[in-house]
């Protein structure tokens, strides 16, 4: 970018009759060595992801500040990370657990249940916030320009601490379930950990996009996420597991790409679950597409949100 001095010399009253708007004489020289235009007319496709690298320092600094904002001045502090997957766990323990009596394909219900509130914790948490990230920060993008991805991008990082540390809290319960004998089998499959993280945080990436990108025009679809989220987590295996399905709906649960994420993590650290290759290659294709569908809703919908917000 150039000095306000360089800038000021650029007029309409300097171009020649030709229409030409822009430098002329000893400036041209100096405005053709510009690296950075920014310009709302792009291609469908050119989601500048190569920006997010420049920006990492910023992405990093948003990431301290959203943890510090959500945690720093609250009594128990981040405390509440361990204490909410707890509080579910056993609420869903001792409804789904013993008052239904959902079987759990022999694995304590307890640590049954917090396996599949962990993930789901980290992905609503990320949706929800992702989704509302443009109409929240619109005062913040009206006075300084960065790429607008940014922001979603931090969001999903920011709640990787979070889930970190609701992963060692299920870790803790693990240890004391495998000594004590109680069938839970954790095998290699736990390397795969990174890509399960990985694609949640690519899912529900994709699926903030989406919902931040119509968000700016229908308002109402922000106070619909926090329940659609609520449906879907029942449409998820993470009260159930995925043996109760029946049959013939199996195909309409594979389309679903967390059912394969929350199945994989129950078998890599729990031993046992339904989940098969050809659902986990389901889920990753449907994530892929939410995630495309995504970049393309909110790159297209950042250029004029500021004159709808």
Known sequence: MKSDSALERISTEDAPDTGQVGPVGDDAEEFEEWTTIVDSKRPWFDFNLGELWRFRDLILL?????????YVQTVLGPLWLVLAPFLTTVVFTIIFGKVVQVP???????????SGTVCWSYFSSSVSQTSTVLIKNYRLFQRVH???LVMPVSLVMSNLIKFAIQFSFFLVFLVYFVIQGSGVAPNMA??????????????SLGCGLIVAGTATRYRDLIQLTAFGLQLWMYATPVVYPVSQIPERFRFFFALNPMTA?????RY??????SVSS??????AVVTVILLL????MFTRMEKTFLDTA
Do not use: W
Request: glycine share 6%.
């Open 62 to 70: 948003f990431v301290r500040r959203d943890f510090r904002i959500t």
């Open 146 to 148: 960065f790429p607008r």
């Open 104 to 114: 759990t394909d022999g694995i304590p219900s307890f640590v049954f249940y917090m």
């Open 268 to 273: 890599a650290f729990l031993g046992k679950s």
């Open 278 to 283: 050809q659902d986990i290659v389901t889920s």
């Open 190 to 203: 736990m390397l795969a950990l990174p890509l399960l993280v990985l694609h949640m945080a690519v899912l």
């Open 293 to 296: 569908a995504g970049l393309i």
């Open 261 to 265: 994420v929350v199945e994989t993590f």
